[in-house]
């Protein structure tokens, strides 16, 4: 059984920073891609980042220069560096497989940009 647990997120002022985390367990993900995805109330769950198995890196242009998405395949976790957080960027964060997340969403991770 595949767990995805997101963590990280918090209450941030805009400018601000935070690092998600995302820790897989029942899969060795290190051969698959894997991306973060982010929803807010009413609004259909976006994708923010992806990266290969390889390490290749692509992102939304909304968070593109602001966003950083990384893995650590030894320790089966993918994180996301967040830097210059704004208002918009307030959502719930999901870790999950790509291009095809499967029914493997979490509870996933509150970011809130507030000040």
């Known amino acids: 059984q595949v767990r995805l647990v997101e963590s990280g997120g918090g209450l941030v002022q805009p400018g601000g920073s935070l690092r998600l985390s995302c820790a897989a367990s029942?899969?060795?993900?290190?051969?698959?891609?894997m991306a973060w995805y982010r929803q807010t109330p009413g609004k259909q769950r976006e994708l923010v980042a992806r990266?290969?198995?390889?390490?290749?890196?692509n992102y939304a242009d909304s968070v593109k220069g602001r966003f950083t998405i990384s893995r650590d395949n030894a320790r089966n976790m993918v994180y996301l560096q967040m830097n210059s957080l704004q208002p918009e960027d307030t959502a719930v964060y999901y870790c999950?497989?790509?291009?095809?997340?499967?029914?493997?969403w979490g509870q996933g991770t509150q970011v809130t940009v507030s000040s």
């Open positions: 999950n497989f790509f291009p095809m997340p499967g029914n493997y």
């Open positions: 029942g899969s060795v993900i290190s051969l698959k891609s």
């Open positions: 990266i290969t198995s390889g390490g290749g890196t």
